[in-house]
């Protein structure tokens, strides 16, 4: 091998061990890298300013009377790349390939130790992933049409039986205005703006195919819901498409913390009396809203307004009716 490649298979290694093997708390000391990449002290320091001078973040520390190195690549805390971690893992919506794109991002954060000691804390399960779905793309592609402030359109599909798609709209690409991402519930959605029915409608990210960037501008509606994302996240089942109504709940003490946990911890809560208590919320009413209040066993009662009662009561009845099969 000539001294040039040589040179640059040194450069190589250096990086590669700073990178995987290296972190803050972690430095490695001069002997130890010259031991590894067999070079004495005058070639270590050579290539260390190389890299430093090529713009990788190669910092310098000491380690009792040596000198030690590390690769500094974020500043995240232990904390919050376990957050990311556990995320990745327990999220529905991230493939198996994209959660180990993530740890290996991780793994060139905090180095190999620090990664193993991370992994140690995750609580393994059997998270459900979604094969297949390119989601990362996908989300590069919303991004991208949310910087430009432009249209976009892809193909949206359902599963059937046998886990095959079946795509809506009949086949055809849906063209939209994207007004934001938002993460809701072990799912990832694209919150659309629906010019005909004048209000903002979401798709599911891990459902969405082909998405491409188109040339006309996004609608100013869209652009002005923007400014309007918060607010809407508030609305709690909101992403089953259901009317917004202002609903009064009334429950047992036992429930109190559910409340808070649905819809806020600023929720106010009205004492009526021993073990009973009273909620003013807004909710865009759905099938999944009914199937919340139906969890609670009679602990928790829609109060108003009367007409959703009577829908509560209609789906009741419904439900039990034993000489209706489904289909």
Sequence with gaps: MSDENKNRARSALLFEYLLHSTSEAEPVTTEKLCAY????????????????TCGFPVLSTRCGRQNAYYYKVSDLTTAEMQIWLDEAHAAGYISETLENRIVSH??????????????????????????????????????????IQSQMSFLYFKWDEGHNRIYRHSGERYVVSPVAMVNRDDNYYLLTYNTEKRRVYPFRIDRIEAAKVEQQPACMEA????????????????????????????????????????FGADTVIKRL?????????????????????????????????????????????SAIKEDQAPC
């Design 106 to 147: 991780v793994e060139a954060i905090s180095g190999r130790e620090g990664l193993s000691k991370l992994q140690k804390s995750v609580l393994r399960f059997n998270a459900r992933k979604h094969a297949g779905v390119p989601i990362l793309e996908t989300v590069m592609t919303i991004q991208h049409a949310l910087e």
């Design 223 to 262: 652009l002005a819901e923007r400014f309007h994302v918060a607010e809407y996240t508030k609305q709690v089942f909101k992403m089953f498409g259901g009317e917004l109504q202002h609903v009064v709940l009334q429950f047992t003490d036992d429930v109190i913390s559910y409340i808070f946990d649905k």
């Design 37 to 52: 990449l067999e070079c004495n002290r005058k070639t270590l320091a050579r290539e260390i300013e190389a890299l430093q």
């Design 273 to 317: 009396g021993p073990d009973c208590c009273r909620a003013e919320v807004d909710v865009q009413v759905s099938a999944p809203f009914f199937a919340w209040v139906f969890m609670f066993d009679g602990r928790l009662r829609i109060v108003e307004p009367a007409a959703l009662k009577d829908a509560y009561r209609q789906k009741l009845t």
